[in-house]
């Protein structure tokens, strides 16, 4: 094979397809489909992606550029995975390259030195044992033991210096990469490397050392102290320097003595950065099934066991114990040899998850999140690469996880619009996951307790959108109790009978027996569309970014003013800088003025606020949670960070301040969350022996929403919300791509953005698309628009957006795609940028 195709890095659209290059002689053995290389393009060197090999005689192409170098030894993508951002590309109309990188950690996105070391393995063994170790390699000649050697002499050699000395050898290398004889990680140059510790170690056998003891010279008594606690502690070495140092109560010069008389070694030894070292997880067993479960259970390991790829809906009520389904699952794919993907929102990632499968299956859970360090996510993501994971759990990423031999993802909360990656590449993970589990024959079990109208309507029509799930049922509580009774209190009447507090009589009253009982509530403000702006009572001026047309958000931690879009920040203001007057008022966060609000109330009440300015810091989501759990506090407040996951006993009240207030917004999904958002936190209360009571207050208590998350009725929600969205076509009815198109000069932006409208209606209309979806065809595509984004401006840009809805087998994607690329050539250098967003979960 001479030629590689290659993805580059190069961040402009027209390079978005693979490129020729030769591959030289030196490096002929060590590229593969996913490895990840530097080439010449243009007068620079890039880094690219080998994407296909081609043997030929293409190789006499004159002017074929080759390859300069191979990044790492071992490919960090899979073929899979490479065949699965091709897919992303077409799916989601992004670039390839977004895609590739898409699915590697921060640490390998640059271009950085690659060292090899010995991994542990082969740096725990002796000689002896290393022979047993090596007896499972193919026949290379010994190839392995001079590596080995030739890495140990080193310490650590660079990538270079091992392919030059042992050219030949990559399949050899790459063998022992896979087998964690070696390991390779990034230079420390850029902070990535692995996290090393000066470790002591015998230099000499542990009879030379026994010996040694016995002549010590007496006035050398503190080295002779290490000396006999080191033959003492044989089967633990090495142990950290520090621990010795501290343990004996020694100096390291008493230590480095011992080194230079040639009885110990100081050497280094990696330590994996885990960010839950040091924490013990309760183990926990399988717990016997309830009917309901086995039976799901039963349907599951069936697929599981045949290896075979198929989609389960798993819709479960709050404390059903799907989770519990789950880890059985997931025990049963490792049965087969294979490993499993558990995806939960970055939200509902809480300690207690985590909790749950490491107390399962111990330190073979890798978990992935965007709160653990550049250094931690990359030692978590070689953990699965080197098989010593088997489960990854983690947030939407996680669906890329580096397993071989992958048999089973599941998606907890598959309703969760987190799922969605806002930023290019514009993934649902949902999707990603359900085609990597096609590709490899694995199962996939989406779960929830209020499933996404998309996936439901999948199941129940088996017809078609993105995939048809097997729906699986699970209608009562594991525990065996009743769902929580829910009491809606209309705030109107509140407030006509003289009650202008934010609480009503009920929750009041209710809060009050849970203080005197000693039992806890969870309080959760509904913060989607509530103010966190500063305005002027005087004037009614409202502080707004100078960049983008939305208001500023404060801040009281520092006291200033920020736009969450731009970044722009300025100093809070004392007086409005319009009229002068001092009654300009922060509205600070929602969940601020509840905690005050609840101190007058019930003085001494103990409150702890879970809200974004309370969740910044690493570990404090942990914190707050533990310590709720401790029953240090009688009420949880927070945001929607309150509603998902939690299972706590004593959670006997769960109150929702303001249910409607996300019910007005302009998205078309808005009663669906504020359905499912009811729901789930209802589904806090009286999870375990004491019965749950909820009160949700609202002003629009006869809203069908609020109606049925009260009587535990999805069904009958879904029923009325499939109406309404067939009526107004809006998803699971028919699809959506959002355009959006954005300039500094708005007239010219007009222009352009009516010639993309344009444009689309024609091809459709050549191809007989275009139609209104009230037609019964069912391939048809409409378009609404052009008219301004709801953020009408962003950083100082002018947006303007398209909404193509579509249904059918056409490929309104790639039409999207198409049109947008040439109109972006045909207005090349004006700075047009053209965002395309398939299947939006965001609309605002
Ligand atoms: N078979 C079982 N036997 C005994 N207890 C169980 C069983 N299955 C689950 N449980 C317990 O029931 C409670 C609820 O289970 P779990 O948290 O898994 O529910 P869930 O369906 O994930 O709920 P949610 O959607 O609200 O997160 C937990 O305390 C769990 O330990
Ligand atoms: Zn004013
Ligand atoms: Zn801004």
């Avoid at 309901?292 to 069936?302: K, P």
Wanted: aromatic share 6%; proline share 5%; net charge neutral.
């Amino acid at each position: 094979m001479d030629i590689a195709k290659v993805i580059v890095d190069v961040p402009v659209r027209s390079t978005d397809r693979p490129y020729d290059y030769l591959i030289p002689e030196s490096l002929k053995l060590w590229i593969e489909v996913g490895s990840r290389v530097a080439v010449p393009f243009g007068h620079r060197t890039v880094q690219g992606f080998v994407v296909s090999l081609e043997s030929g005689e293409k190789g006499t192409i004159p002017g074929l550029k080759a390859i300069q170098e191979v990044l790492d030894l071992l490919p960090p993508l899979s073929p899979e995975l490479v065949e699965l951002a091709d897919w992303m590309s077409r799916r989601y109309a992004c670039r390839r390259i977004s895609a590739l990188q898409a699915m590697l950690p921060t640490a390998l996105k640059g271009k950085a030195e690659r060292l090899i070391a010995l991994g542990d393995t082969a740096e725990e063994s002796e000689a002896a044992q290393e022979d047993e170790l090596f007896l499972m390699f193919p026949d290379t000649g010994g190839e392995e033991r001079e590596i080995t050697e030739f890495v140990r002499r080193g310490g650590e050699v660079s990538m270079k210096q091992l392919t030059r000395a042992f050219p030949e050898a990559a399949e050899t290398v790459k063998f022992m990469l896979r087998r964690g004889v070696l390991t390779e990680s990034q230079s420390i140059k850029d902070k990535m490397g692995k996290k090393k510790l000066k470790a002591v170690e015998l230099a000499i056998g542990i009879d030379s050392a026994q010996e040694a003891l016995e002549s010590f010279p007496a006035r050398s008594a503190r080295q002779k102290e290490v000396l006999a606690f080191l033959v003492e502690m044989e089967a633990m070495l090495p142990l950290p320097l520090k621990e010795v140092l501290s343990i004996l109560q020694v100096t390291a010069g008493t230590v480095k003595a011992l080194e230079e008389k040639g009885y110990i070694e100081i050497i280094e030894i990696e330590v994996y950065r885990d960010p839950y070292r040091g924490r013990d997880f309760k183990p926990s067993s399988p717990l016997p099934l309830t009917a309901e479960q086995q039976s799901v259970y039963n349907r599951i390991s069936r697929t599981v066991d045949e290896q075979l790829h198929e989609v389960f809906l798993l819709h479960g009520v709050t404390g059903s114990g799907k989770t519990e389904i789950y880890l059985q699952c997931i025990e049963r794919c490792m049965n087969q040899g294979r490993q499993a993907v558990v995806l939960v929102p970055e939200i509902a990632l809480t300690p207690q998850m985590v909790e749950r499968f490491k107390g399962r299956f111990g330190s073979g859970v890798a978990v992935m999140h965007s709160r653990l360090s550049v250094g931690e996510r990359y030692d978590e993501w070689r953990k699965i690469r080197e098989g010593k994971a088997t489960v990854a759990v983690g947030a939407r990423s996680a669906v890329f996880a580096p397993f071989a031999n992958l048999g089973l993802i599941i998606m907890d909360e598959e309703h969760e619009t987190s799922y969605k990656q806002e930023e290019n590449p514009k993934y649902n993970a949902r999707d990603v996951a359900v085609r990597r589990a096609e590709q490899g024959g694995a199962a996939v079990i989406l779960g929830s307790a209020t499933p996404s109208l998309e996936s439901y309507h999948a199941a129940r029509a088996q017809s078609d959108i993105h995939f048809s799930p097997v729906l699986l049922e699970m209608p009562s509580r594991a525990l065996g109790n009743e769902l929580p009774k829910v009491h809606v209190v209309d705030m109107r009447e509140e407030l006509k009978e003289g009650n202008r507090s934010m609480f009503s009589r009920r929750l009041h009253s209710a809060l009050s027996d849970r203080l005197e009982n000693g039992q806890q509530t969870v309080l959760l403000l509904n913060r989607r569309g509530f103010s966190t702006f500063v305005m002027c009572r005087s004037c009614g001026y409202v502080a707004g970014c100078p960049d983008c047309d939305i208001s500023l958000t404060y801040h009281s931690r520092s006291d200033n003013l920020r736009c969450h879009y731009c970044g722009h920040a300025e100093p809070a203001p004392k007086v409005c800088p319009e009229c002068a007057s001092e009654h300009i008022r922060f509205f600070g966060t929602g969940t601020q003025r509840v905690e005050e609000e609840l101190g007058k109330l019930f003085p001494g009440i103990r409150v702890i606020r879970m809200d974004v300015d309370t969740t910044t810091e690493k570990g404090s989501h942990e914190k707050l949670l533990n310590q709720f759990r401790d029953k240090k506090a009688d009420v949880l407040l927070g945001t929607q960070m309150v509603a998902k996951g939690l299972d706590f006993p004593d959670v006997t009240l769960v109150g929702v301040i303001t249910a409607d207030s996300a019910l007005n917004l302009p998205d078309f999904r808005a009663a669906e969350k504020t359905f499912q958002l009811l729901t789930q936190v209802a589904g806090r209360a009286g999870r375990h022996q004491l019965p749950g009571e909820v009160v949700v207050q609202s002003y629009t208590p006869e809203h069908y929403s609020i109606v049925h998350a009260s009587g535990h009725d999805y069904y009958s929600f879904v029923r009325e919300e499939l109406k309404h969205r067939k009526g107004l076509h809006y998803p699971p009815y028919c699809r959506l791509i959002l355009v959006t198109l954005s300039h500094e000069q708005l007239p010219l932006l007009l222009r352009l953005a009516e010639n993309y409208a344009l444009n689309i209606q024609g091809k459709a209309r050549q191809l007989r698309w275009y139609g209104s979806l009230d037609k019964l065809s069912s391939d048809a595509l409409d378009l609404l628009g052009p008219v301004a984004s709801p953020i009408p401006r962003l950083k100082g840009r002018y947006r303007f957006q398209c909404m193509i809805k579509w249904r059918g087998t056409i490929d309104a994607i790639g039409l999207a795609r198409q049109v947008a690329e040439e109109l972006e050539d045909s207005a090349r250098d004006t700075g047009l940028q053209i965002s395309i967003d398939v299947d939006p979960q965001m609309l605002m």
